[in-house]
């Protein structure tokens, strides 16, 4: 095999060895939000190979990097773009990376008073 060939075959895979991971179907759960007290809504559904993990919400499009993470927010992770934002991610994104999911949209949608914040749901049971 010539070795231009063998970097093409592998540049299909992430650096572990494995190629990226999806959910299978839609998942949706509807809980109160551990801190705030408020229902929600989360829906996790299938994206297409290398667009990661994003969150909708407002249809407002926030990835889960650490560039949209906020500093100071005491007791749980925040991510936030263009004003809006979604708290206490970390659990629902620790399980994704636990199943080995790298792609999904994660659409969201609260029923608090602020229309422009959110928070995830505490239990995926």
Not at 7 to 23: A, R, S
Request: overall charge neutral; proline content about 3%.
């Amino acid at each position: 095999m010539r070795e231009g060939k063998v970097e093409f075959q592998i540049q299909w895979y992430k650096k572990t060895g494995k190629l990226p991971q999806t959910v299978a179907d839609c998942v949706e759960r509807t809980g109160q939000g551990l801190h705030s007290g408020d229902i929600s809504t989360v829906r996790i559904l299938p994206a297409a190979p290398r667009v990661g993990r994003y969150f909708i919400f407002q249809s407002n499009v926030i990835r889960a990097s650490i560039e949209n993470a906020l500093k100071e927010t005491p007791l749980c992770t925040t991510l936030s773009k263009d004003g809006y934002s979604v708290r206490t991610v970390e659990h629902l994104l620790s399980a994704l990376k636990a199943s080995g999911v790298d792609n999904c949209r994660i659409e969201i949608q609260g029923s608090g008073e602020c229309d422009r914040s959110v928070e995830v749901i505490s239990s995926f049971d």
